[in-house]
């Protein structure tokens, strides 16, 4: 029952803009809907929603004599005291959104329950409520927004151009649709459907019908729970990856959301992995009960705060990771130009005899489904090259923004959510009817580098060897830089890093950290294998610094590295000191061109076996790749 709320209880619930473009008004109805417990919606829009927006669904329903009130400030069904506000089931939650809504525009709402004989239908302009006149409807609601702004024509000058506000509709109608897909969602734009999931309740479904089976089918899946989360959905393989954020998809407890330290977290747990400046792409659910996150914090309800946020980026760090390591990573290169490689990718794919879905061919593009045949793996023809864009230009060091996976991990997780979940293995989904098969085969990491019969290296850097069906290619530089760098870590954490005293002592000149900190400064320097010994009000004597492989740090590294404690805390300190050691292993580590006898290459890969992560370097360049005898077959034309 919709009832006004105290101003107690309205006073404690974050007060803003609820409207300021169409998209708003658009995820403000949606949502009404999926809290109705509609099992369709329909969105439809024109003119970017500037002139029109209709969203029609088969929930609940309003009672009529509730209808009044639905377009009151404050009035909602979804909350009636303070507490509820700290465990909101619901997405709406604070009785604003229609009355906002109807205040900018001229609403047609027209609804029906099931305890209703007939409908009832009731217009609203500019906030001044029409009367109810019956109508024939089937059970469910239907809201209707002209003009939007009309009566606010500075507003409405503020809106963006159609195509740019369409492609923040589209973008966010298809994150709802991901969010609850046991909904049919159907999104018309102009007139035109663009898409329409299935409602079957399986995210990999709805991917594919929103962003593609290109999409689908580089993605993991991901599940693992605790007590008090369930985390679930897909993550992309790192070869699989975006020049940005906008796939990164987020949703709480059914809710989409805007988290930037959860996307944070799932960045890192891709450090290393993939290339830099590039980004995976994910859509993770986390449920979690209603009271472990607050989602009054935001008028516009994006926003959450987890109760203990550590505890969650944590496992879900470890989650990914462990997702991410799970299946098998080496890149499988082509010989072949890009046709033939778009041909590898289709025979993979098994859909049952149905019309090709909606092809997106631009990112800000609407689905639009066209008569004429659009080639479906467009997108994708661009993928291999994506894979093996290996060339960093620049300095690498200055692009790696920051934080080193491991450290992250030390840091987010305790020992107990490791052992906890550990054991849950990631389960690739055999869904019925239409589907993607899911290219992930597992790997027993130990196993990647057995029996791999070494044919002879090319050009001083890259070793051929053979195994099976397949030519794998292993880069000698990048696989040692990798050795060298998993064991300076682990020999952090264990504290047994090697360090060095220095013949000649050099003076540091600076504060390294204000005074209270300073003993934790020094303390976490000697860690490192640095010692240093106050000089004066403003100076320090380093006596000695870790090596790597016999490979002392620099003194213009270490340098570097004390500069950084006057500024940062030592969490951001942890991760530039990553970057330190990723260049000093990248110095120690043996070099391209440099020829390595075959018990060397076999003590490097005895080596290679023991690392946690042994598909990249540490600058997410591929350490080995994979030629399978058939892409050689067709190159050499013996099949086609
Ligand atoms: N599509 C719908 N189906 C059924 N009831 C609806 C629908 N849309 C709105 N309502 C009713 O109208 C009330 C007011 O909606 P409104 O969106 O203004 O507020 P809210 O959803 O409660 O909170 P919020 O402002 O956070 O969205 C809701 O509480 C709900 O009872
Ligand atoms: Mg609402």
């Known amino acids: 029952m919709i009832r006004k709320l105290d101003p107690s209880i309205s006073n404690k619930i974050a007060a803003g803009e609820v409207v ?27 003119d970017a929603g500037k002139s029109y927006i209709r969203i029609s669904d088969n929930g609940s329903g309003i009672p009529y004599e509730e209808l009044p009130l639905a377009f009151e400030r404050h009035a909602t069904s979804k909350i009636d005291s303070v507490e509820a506000i700290y465990k909101i089931s619901t997405l709406g939650f604070r009785g604003e959104a229609l009355a906002s809504i109807a205040s900018v525009s001229r609403v047609e709402l027209v609804t029906k329950t099931k305890n209703d004989e007939t409908g009832h239908k009731v217009t609203v302009n500019g906030g001044v409520l029409g009367s109810a006149e019956q109508i024939g409807t089937t059970d469910g609601t239907t809201l209707i927004i002209r003009d939007l702004f009309y009566n606010t024509p500075v507003r409405f000058k503020f809106l963006k151009s159609n195509q740019a506000e369409q492609s923040v509709i589209v973008d966010l109608v298809n994150k709802l649709a991901l969010s609850h897909t046991e909904i049919r969602f159907t999104l018309i734009v102009d007139g035109r459907e663009a898409y329409r999931t299935d409602g079957k309740a399986k995210l990999q479904n709805a991917l594919m019908h929103i962003y593609g089976r290109e999409l689908v089918r580089h993605m993991i ?12 959905g897909f993550v992309s393989k790192p070869s699989y990856t975006r020049g940005n954020r906008k796939y990164q998809m987020l949703f709480v407890n059914g809710r989409y959301v805007k988290s930037d330290d959860i996307q944070k977290t799932v960045n890192n747990a891709y450090k290393g992995l993939t ?20 989602v009054n914090i935001h008028p516009s309800k994006t926003e959450i705060r987890f109760k203990e946020p550590l505890a969650i980026e944590g496992f879900l760090f470890t989650t990914i990771k462990h997702a991410l390591m799970g299946v098998d990573l080496v890149p499988k290169v082509t010989l072949s130009d890009k046709v033939a ?3 590898t990718t289709t025979s993979r794919i098994s859909v049952e005899n149905r019309p090709e879905p909606p092809v997106r061919t631009k990112e800000s593009a609407v689905y639009i489904p066209d008569s004429v045949q659009v080639p479906v793996y467009q997108d994708s023809v661009k993928e291999p090259e994506a894979m093996l864009d290996m060339t960093i230009t620049g300095d690498i060091m200055a692009k790696l923004d920051a934080a080193l996976t491991d450290e992250t991990f030390d840091d987010l997780v305790t020992d107990d959510l490791i052992t906890d979940f550990f054991d849950t293995q990631p389960t690739p989904r055999t869904d019925e009817g239409e589907q993607v098969a899911l290219d992930v085969t597992p790997v027993e990491l130990s196993t990647l580098y057995d029996d791999l019969h070494v044919i002879g290296t090319l050009f001083s850097t890259y070793i051929i060897c053979e195994r099976g ?20 870590i682990s020999a952090f954490k264990e504290d047994r890093v090697e360090s060095q005293m220095l013949l000649q002592a050099f003076v540091y000149e600076g504060d390294l950290a204000s005074r209270a900190d300073q003993e934790d400064a020094i303390r976490w320097l000697m860690r490192l294998g640095v010692t240093v010994e106050p000089f004066g009000e403003h100076a320090w004597v380093i006596r000695s610094v870790p090596v790597i492989k016999g ?15 006057e500024e940062e805390k030592s969490e951001t300190l942890n991760s530039h000191f990553a970057e330190d050691v990723i260049r000093a292993s990248c110095r120690a580590a043996v070099k391209a061109r440099d020829v390595l006898s075959l ?6 890969f005895s080596l290679l076996k023991t690392l946690e992560n042994p598909y990249t370097c540490p600058h997410g360049r591929p350490i080995i790749i994979e030629m399978t005898e058939k892409e050689f077959e067709k190159k050499f034309k013996r099949i086609q």
């Open 599 to 604: 018990s060397e290459i076999q003590g490097l």
């Open 469 to 488: 069906h397949s030519a794998f290619i292993v880069d000698q530089h990048a696989a040692h830089e990798r050795v060298l760098y998993e064991q300076f």
């Open 341 to 343: 490689s778009v041909e």
């Open 275 to 294: 290339t830099i400046g590039k980004f995976g792409v994910y859509a993770l659910a986390i449920e979690t009960p209603f009271d472990h996150v607050d």
């Open 551 to 565: 490979v002392p740090l620099s003194q213009d590294t270490i340098q570097s590295l004390l500069d950084r404690f």
């Open 20 to 46: 300021e473009r169409p998209a708003a008004v658009v995820k403000e109805l949606v949502e009404n809907s999926i809290d109705a417990g509609a099992t369709a919606i329909t969105i439809e829009i024109k």
């Open 221 to 232: 899946p991901v599940e693992a729970k605790t007590d008090k989360y369930v985390i679930s």
